[in-house]
């Protein structure tokens, strides 16, 4: 350990773990104490640097225990634990056969604050057993509280559920007044200030009421708390190190928070690149990135690196180029010392359908060519931009998961299960109580409102199930559902048996209430993978409403772990990723922008930003699909089912010119009769010989 400590005065790596830093990565891993950014374009191995920086503090002595790292998504931190583990091996000589030291605290900003919240509940005047909230049962609940205002009952134009819940997350992230708020993105809704602010704190009095927390409130609720002296030094204590990867996509609750927990910057690393920042729509601050070296007053030491190892240079000379047309850009200008390879493709096909068959040609013809499904990935900019392709691969049996756009929690048997266990896990949850009863058989709406009335502020929850007479139609039917709840809820299962003691009860209820139960039960039984992966149900549960699975197995079959598939993936998930070749869909204005940004130079600015993460995905191969026609279905009263679209914006001639241009295959009516032989008759003598 000596010898890694002495190392780090030297400007090159030592040999074992580091040997494969450059002396720019290696300044970062090597660094002191004193607070550090690390700001650097895509592939540059930043991620890498962190994972890097971990094991040498842990190399060094530091407790991994006491060591921070927040990610932007689980997927992130699992990655992150997985690398600083290699490296920990190779850094502190174990054999294979041993596991490295875990990190304990690796999470999204999001899951530390839930466990954090849960940890110092006490202290903090919360409900021990709180549920966390996802973003579907929080819009029911935003909708249920406008509900009871009566203001789903006024004309036109006030905002519906989901709106109000962005529009509060926004006034929460953003931490400013919601006038502001409102005129900033909502300006069609500013006149509604008041009724909006009436109705945000009947849903701030619901959810104390019923013992909940959205996700918003996770951040807000570790920020408040930070601001209480006392807080803020426990928890400064209780972390040696802190360090953040993608720090341009958090917002200003998160950068508080870092400020609270480290004020002088001491033990404080953070990396990103502003280039890469897209996620204002969730109200992330970019400035946080630009800013950080005042916050943290002059002893920041700010470090860069240039060297791209993700791509080949004929990628790297588009993507620079497409960042190249930002104006008052810091400018950044990677380089690649890998072999060239070729170059990136703008490819044309006549349509969505064209698109679809094109990349499923290309996938496969490059699996002939020894590329494995898993290092390949199709990216696009919203999630129904692949169903055309999903089809197409389901037809041709090529499996695939796809990340991101999936709404697999707001499916309701996903909902109906964590119903019971959240409900189980916090009587208060009055929400879940109401959903759960709903699914006895025979018992209605009158029952089950009357269940949750008697359950409101009830000291002895088990006390009011236990006394509760359904009526005579769920007689049957209603102990089994009692028996489980209090299982639950008094503890009696272990954990993961009361996971399958809740599916087992719910899986007649399911096949009652669907004709598609079998496929339902499928993502029950992925959901049954997740649970039991998981230590507790307590952390299941805030886990899977604060990130929760994206991935959701294809029609042709889910593919099992080892096997190899193809990733589909929203650009937005694609983040901090890379694949061998990467094909992008819709490079057509609409799409790429999104016809929703059109209006707004700082969204367009976004959407071109979000276009460079999709690029600088491929290390080797990169294709750009752009349909020449799209299908309309609201069109089709006027006659007009196709709408032709333009290049993408993003595609100007300084890229194109990176790019070499191809055509793709026309339509699949054009391929109509082809394959019967020319001038097989001569229909006009025919039909004069009828004759016409
Ligand atoms: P992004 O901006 O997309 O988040 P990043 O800057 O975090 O990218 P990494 O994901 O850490 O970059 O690394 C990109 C690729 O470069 C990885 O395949 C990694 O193994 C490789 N890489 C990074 N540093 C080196 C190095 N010094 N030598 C060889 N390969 C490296
Ligand atoms: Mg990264």
């Not at 509760?468 to 272990?494: D, I, K, M, N, Y």
Request: some cysteine; proline content about 7%.
């Amino acid at each position: 350990m000596s010898a890694i400590l002495s190392s780090t005065l030297s400007s090159a790596p030592p040999a074992h773990g580091f040997s494969q830093l450059n002396p720019e990565q290696w300044a970062a891993v090597a660094h002191g104490d004193g607070p550090l950014l690390l700001v650097a374009g895509a592939g540059t191995g930043k991620t890498g640097t962190l994972a890097a920086r971990v094991a040498r503090l842990v190399g060094d002595g530091a407790d991994p225990q006491r060591l921070l790292l927040l990610t932007f998504s689980r997927r992130a931190a699992h990655e992150l634990s997985h690398r600083c583990g290699l490296l920990l091996q190779q850094v502190l000589g174990l054999p294979v056969s041993t596991r490295p030291p875990a990190l304990p605290w690796a999470g999204t900003f999001h899951a530390i604050a839930a466990r954090l919240l849960r940890e110092w509940a006490q202290p903090l005047g919360l409900a021990p057993g709180f549920t966390v909230l996802d973003r579907g049962d929080a819009e029911d609940l935003m909708a249920h509280t406008r509900a009871g205002l009566g203001q789903a009952e006024w004309p036109q134009r006030f905002p519906m559920a989901p709106t109000c819940l962005a529009i509060h997350s926004q006034r929460v992230n953003r931490d400013r007044p919601l006038p502001e708020v409102l005129a900033a993105a909502f300006p069609w809704c500013a006149p509604w200030a008041a009724e909006l602010q009436q109705l945000f704190d009947a849903y701030a009095d619901a959810k104390q009421r019923q013992h909940l927390l959205d996700l918003d409130d996770l951040l807000l609720y570790w920020a408040t708390a930070m601001e209480e002296p006392a807080v803020a030094q426990a928890l400064a204590a209780r972390f040696d190190h802190v360090l953040v990867d993608e720090y341009q996509d958090t917002n200003r609750l998160q950068a508080h928070i870092l400020q609270r927990l480290k004020p002088d910057g001491c033990g404080l690393t953070v990396v990103g690149d502003d280039d890469q920042s897209i996620y204002s729509f969730r109200a992330a601050e970019p400035g946080n990135l630009l800013d950080f070296a005042q916050q943290h007053g002059g002893t920041t030491r700010v470090l860069s690196l240039t060297q791209n190892y993700r791509a080949t240079p004929a990628l790297l000379a588009a993507s620079n180029a497409l960042m190249d047309e930002v104006p008052e850009r810091h400018p950044k200008r990677l380089w690649s010392a890998a072999a060239d390879g070729p170059r990136p493709r703008v490819v044309t096909v006549a349509d969505e359908a064209a698109q679809a068959r094109w990349v499923a040609d290309e996938v496969l013809r490059q699996r002939e060519e020894g590329l494995r499904l898993k290092r390949q990935a199709v990216l696009f900019r919203t999630g129904s931009h692949s169903t055309l392709l999903e089809l197409e691969l389901a037809r041709r049996q090529i499996p695939f998961v796809k990340y991101g756009g999936l709404k697999f929690m707001a499916a309701t048997h996903v909902k109906d299960l964590l119903a019971v266990l959240r409900w189980a896990h916090n009587p208060a949850n009055t929400l879940a109580a109401q959903r759960c009863a709903l699914l006895v058989a025979g018992l209605g709406p009158g029952s089950a409102r009357r269940l949750v009335q008697a359950l409101q502020g009830a000291a002895e929850p088990a006390a009011v199930l236990q006394a509760f007479v359904p009526p005579p139609s769920a007689r049957a039917e209603w102990p089994a559902l009692r028996t489980l709840w209090l299982a639950l809820h008094q503890g009696a299962l272990p954990w993961p048996a009361a996971f399958d003691a809740a599916l087992a009860w719910y899986t007649p209820q399911l096949q009652r209430l669907h004709d598609d139960a079998a496929v339902r039960l499928a993502d029950l039984q992925q959901l049954r993978q997740v649970a039991h992966a998981q230590p507790s149900g307590e952390r299941f549960l805030a886990e899977l409403s604060i990130d929760p699975p994206q991935a959701s197995s294809d029609e042709s079959g889910a593919p099992h772990r080892d096997e190899d598939y193809l990733v589909l993936s929203t650009m937005h998930s694609a983040k901090g990723q890379e694949w061998s070749a990467v094909h992008v869909l819709n490079l057509v204005d609409g799409c790429m922008p999104a016809d929703l940004a059109t209006g707004d130079a700082a969204q367009i600015d976004e959407e071109r930003r979000l276009l460079y993460v999709a690029m600088t995905r491929a290390r080797r191969q990169l294709n750009l699909l752009a349909p020449q026609r799209f299908h309309v279905s609201q069109q089709a009263r006027w006659g007009d089912r196709h709408l032709y679209a333009s290049l993408s914006r993003f595609l100007t001639p300084a890229v194109l010119a990176c790019c070499e241009q191809v055509a793709g295959p026309g339509p699949a009516e054009a391929a109509l009769g082809a394959d019967l032989p020319s001038g097989l008759l001569d229909l006009a003598a025919r039909v004069r010989a009828r004759g016409c």
